[in-house]
Nanobody, 118 residues
Framework: QVSLVESGGGSVRPGGSLRVSCSASGSVVGLTSMAWYRQAPGNNKREFVARAVTGGNPEYGDAVKGRFTISRNGATNTVIANLQMVNLEPEDTAVYYC?????????WGQGIQVNVSS
């Protein structure tokens, strides 16, 4: 069984930086991608943020291009995806969710809060 644990996040002023991390445990065979989505307050939809694709280039949502960087490390039993966020804006305030896709299916993390305010 594959599970995800998110860490990092917190509160920062506009223009600041934060990093969120997602650690996957379990036997992740045939990893396809790890991604981050976010859900802003009062919004019932999750917005795509970034994706690290096995064997491919990272992908980013339009709202975060040039400010966020996704990286992925590890192999089958321990995989970590980091999302480095710089020049944060109040509009980046949201719960950030990690998503992992592998040959066995897909799994979501519980979410971690990021607040950007002055």
């Amino acid at each position: 069984q594959v599970s995800l644990v998110e860490s990092g996040g917190g509160s920062v002023r506009p223009g600041g930086s934060l990093r969120v991390s997602c650690s996957a445990s379990g036997s992740v065979v045939g990893l396809t991608s790890m991604a981050w989505y976010r859900q802003a307050p009062g919004n019932n939809k999750r917005e795509f943020v970034a994706r690290a694709v096995t064997g491919g280039n990272p992908e980013y949502g339009d709202a975060v291009k040039g400010r966020f960087t996704i990286s992925r490390n590890g192999a089958t039993n321990t995989v970590i995806a980091n999302l480095q966020m710089v020049n944060l804006e109040p509009e980046d305030t949201a719960v950030y969710y990690c998503n992992l896709n592998w040959q066995g299916g897909a799994v979501w993390g519980q979410g971690i809060q990021v607040n950007v305010s002055s």
